[in-house]
């Protein structure tokens, strides 16, 4: 009997141009392991996720193939499948095209950044219970800094900064209606998928993360994500 829990597909954003990092990010290593891998590694151990769709720049498409297809994690009960997908000219279009090649048992979708290699399983699983008691969640983490609110090179007003969190991924709701967000709106630009959820009426709920789960996005992250990594294992 098949697991009515088992719903959720993932889709791992990689198609970026790397133009802040000075190359294409996705394809560095952390710890000995491909970015795409350790993603994978992470999403194999959340017993919801069934399937998985990286979208990558379209002309890396058998790049990133032959790199999936190097990719195993012992540890997980059933294989992992994993579809390539190239994608569009904006992050959103390339979410949607991963989402319309999930398999049409999947029911709730996860969006995660291959430049986040460092997230941990247990929160994932936090933001799987979110978003199905919910509608939609994402994880993030609180702002400790004053926060300011800047127009023109100057300080215009002071914001709460109780009510301000950084928001990371992975970020998820139903299949469907994030598929129909970004199909239907599609000459606005979402700077996530939270953005694009809310404007269609869906509660997103916060899952507060970790500071460790960072973006590889200029040079010299990826220095800190290995720092980090060995940090971890060496707990």
Not at 20 to 46: N, W
Not at 161 to 176: A, S
Not at 197 to 220: C, F, M, Q, W, Y
Request: proline fraction near 6%; charged fraction near 25%.
């Amino acid at each position: 009997m098949s697991d009515p829990m088992a719903d959720v597909g993932v889709v791992l954003a990689a198609a970026g141009s790397g133009t802040r990092f000075g190359t294409r990010k996705q394809y560095l290593e952390i710890g000995g392991r491909p970015l795409i891998h350790a993603s994978l590694d992470v999403f194999a151990q959340v017993k919801a996720v069934v399937e998985a769709v990286v979208v990558c720049p379209p002309s890396d498409r058998q790049v990133v193939t032959d790199l999936v297809a190097e990719w195993s994690f012992p540890a997980r009960p059933k294989a992992l499948p994993v579809r390539v997908v190239g994608g569009g000219e904006r992050r959103q279009d390339s979410v949607l095209r991963g989402i319309e090649a999930c398999g049409e048992a999947i029911v709730w979708v996860l969006v995660h950044d291959v430049a986040r290699p460092l997230v941990e399983v247990e929160h994932v699983d936090e933001v799987v219970r979110a978003m199905r008691s919910h509608g939609a969640a994402v994880l993030g983490i609180p702002c400790h800094d004053s926060v300011k609110r800047v127009r023109e090179g100057r300080i215009v007003e002071e914001l709460p900064r109780e009510e301000v969190w950084t928001v990371q991924t992975p970020q998820g709701g139903r299949c469907d209606v994030l598929r129909e967000a970004y199909s239907a709106s599609s000459a606005q630009d979402w700077t996530d998928e939270a953005s694009a959820l809310r404007h269609r009426g869906v509660t997103v709920a916060l899952v507060e993360g970790s500071p460790d789960n960072i973006k590889i996005t200029r040079p010299g992250d990826e220095a800190r994500a290995a720092r980090i990594l060995a940090a971890r294992n060496g707990r």
